[in-house]
Structure formats: structure tokens, C-alpha cells
């Protein structure tokens, strides 16, 4: 018995569209957007999403605890507020960007890592074990914001040239 477009909400006999490469540069093969959105890691799933919602929820809450928890007032606390409020509102712009599944999400993930390691060099002097171990988190999610095949496929609509979604080998993982 045929399977039907019933069945499965897809015609029985569609072929998946072909793969266009727009260029290749260096190592990269640079996608068009419906060959992208057709490779299996296109989209801001797993380790994406887990960086999306630290962006947006996890990341704003730790700020906003650490600020209350300060001890400061006056001028030094709405210093200190004004400055968080800036980062927070960045970080809410980096996952918009990722959740847009923009080209600049990389650069500005890049800017506001950045901002957080040189926060990070200053608290060293304050609370170092607590400096280091954000500095540590900071470095591994920018590694992989750089080496994700997902962020890269997502983002910028590129892969390596020997990603077996080029070759048709498309279960790639």
C-alpha cells in the first residue's frame, strides 16, 4: 500500500530540494537559505536553545540577583544598576539575533563575551573563584558559538566542504 500526502502531511514522491552553494570560501561552502533551512542542524535547537534561554532568562537573572545582593548605594549602586541594565539589555539583543537565527548573532555574542571577560579580569581582584568560574563558562560558549556546525548552518548559512550534506550523506549529526 502507498503511502499517502495524507499520511504524512508531505507528497509520497517529493524529492528533496537540490543544494545550492552560493560560493565557497576557504573551507566553507556558503548555502542559500533554502538549503540551509534543509540541512538536518539547521535551526537553534539543543545546545543552541540552552545558549538562547542563558541569554535571555538565565543570564538577565543572575545579573539582577548578584545587583541586589550588592551592598553598595548611592551613586556606586546606580552605577553599578545602570551598567547591569546596559549588559542585560545587550544579552536580550545577542538572543534576539540568535533567535532570528541572524549572520550578526556570532559577532555580537563575540562583543558581549568580551564585555564579560573584561567584567571578569576586574572581579579577579574581588571574588576570584567566582570570577574564574564565570570567565571559564564564558570561554566555553564562545568555543561554541565558533565550532557549533548547528550555529554555523543557523546563522551564517554555511558548512564545511566536507559536511556530508554536500555529498547527500544528509543524516548528519
Avoid at 47 to 54: E, M, N, P, T, Y
Avoid at 59 to 66: D, N, R, S, T, Y
Avoid at 81 to 103: D, E, N, P, R
Amino acid at each position: 500500500m502507498a503511502v499517502t500526502e495524507s499520511e504524512t502531511g508531505k507528497p509520497a514522491d517529493r524529492k528533496p530540494p537540490p543544494i545550492v552553494v552560493l560560493r565557497r570560501e576557504g573551507s566553507w561552502a556558503y548555502l542559500d537559505e533554502p538549503s540551509a533551512r534543509s540541512h538536518p542542524l539547521y535551526g537553534v535547537e539543543g545546545w543552541a536553545a540552552l545558549l538562547g534561554v542563558s541569554l535571555a532568562f538565565i543570564g538577565p537573572a543572575i545579573a539582577i540577583l548578584q545587583l541586589l545582593q550588592n551592598r553598595a548605594t548611592g551613586l556606586e549602586f546606580a552605577i553599578e544598576a545602570a551598567l547591569t541594565a546596559l549588559v542585560i539589555g545587550y544579552a536580550l539583543f545577542v538572543a534576539y539575533l540568535l533567535w532570528a537565527q541572524s549572520a550578526g548573532f556570532r559577532l555580537h555574542y563575540t562583543i558581549l563575551a568580551g564585555i564579560g571577560l573584561a567584567f571578569g579580569l576586574i572581579a579577579l581582584v574581588i571574588e576570584p573563584v567566582s570570577a574564574l568560574r564565570e570567565m571559564a563558562v564564558a570561554v566555553v560558549w564562545l568555543a561554541y558559538v565558533y565550532l557549533s556546525r548547528r550555529i554555523n548552518v543557523t546563522t551564517l548559512k554555511r558548512v564545511r566542504l566536507g559536511d556530508p550534506y554536500l555529498t547527500g550523506a544528509a543524516g548528519a549529526g
